[in-house]
């Protein structure tokens, strides 16, 4: 870590702003989905939960977008690493992009559209939990395959500060995950809860 510090300057505005967009990102749906779980005014303003969902996860899209923009420039401004820049590496950079694309894309298809973006907290649940591919094998597989891709494009750019806005994206969904797991379980003890006593 030590040796990764020295290639890299963290006052340099691009990595200022990949980093405030890393760790934003999950602020800004966690309490947009929260706060509409308590109040419901995004499906009443929309109309719909679904409408609301879909908006939400729209927003969610474009600053993914706006994180890996600001995550390449912010390497692209910062010094290569020699040791990296070969084509073993790149090799290796290439298989963690492919393995990281096929558990964000597996998870998207298994849990679809509103279950990727916090339908649960809209009202909109799923049946029973999702245990197929790729969540048979990895908790949390949207999120590790995402750190994984930003790893691989990191060693891909021999990118030291690369390198380091990825332990910033694994800590952060870390954070994330701490916060979010416990009140899904909440919102779905709730609907086992109320369908128990309809029963």
Same mark, same amino acid.
């Given at each position: ?54 908006? &939400? #996860?729209?927003?969610?899209?474009? +600053?993914?977008?706006? !994180?890996?923009?600001? *995550?390449?420039?912010?390497? /692209?401004?910062? $010094? ?37 973006? &916090? #339908?649960?907290?809209?009202?909109? +649940?799923?049946?029973? !939990?999702?245990?197929? *591919?790729?969540?048979?094998? /990895?908790?949390? $597989? ?58």
């Amino acid at each position: 870590m030590t040796r990764l510090l020295g290639y890299v300057d963290p006052s340099e505005p691009h990595f200022v702003a990949a980093v405030l967009t890393i760790a934003f990102n999950p602020l800004f749906w966690n309490v947009v989905a929260r706060w509409e779980h308590k109040t419901r005014k995004l499906s009443g303003a929309f109309g719909s939960p679904h409408l609301a969902c879909c908006t &939400l #996860g729209g927003a969610i899209l474009l +600053l993914n977008v706006l !994180r890996s923009h600001c *995550f390449t420039q912010a390497m /692209l401004s910062q $010094p290569r690493m020699q040791s990296l820049d070969n084509p073993l590496a790149y090799g290796m950079g290439l298989a963690l992009l492919g393995v990281g694309g096929v558990f964000v894309l597996s998870s998207f298809l298994a849990l679809g559209f509103t279950g990727t973006f &916090l #339908g649960d907290y809209f009202g909109i +649940l799923k049946e029973t !939990r999702v245990t197929t *591919f790729p969540f048979s094998v /990895l908790d949390n $597989p949207m999120y590790w395959g995402s750190t994984a891709n930003y790893l691989g494009w990191a060693i891909m750019h021999a990118s030291p500060a690369g390198l380091l806005l990825t332990t910033v994206v694994a800590l952060t969904y870390t954070v994330a995950i701490l916060y979010e797991e416990p009140f899904t379980a909440e919102i779905y003890r709730q609907k086992a809860s109320q369908a128990h006593k309809r029963s």
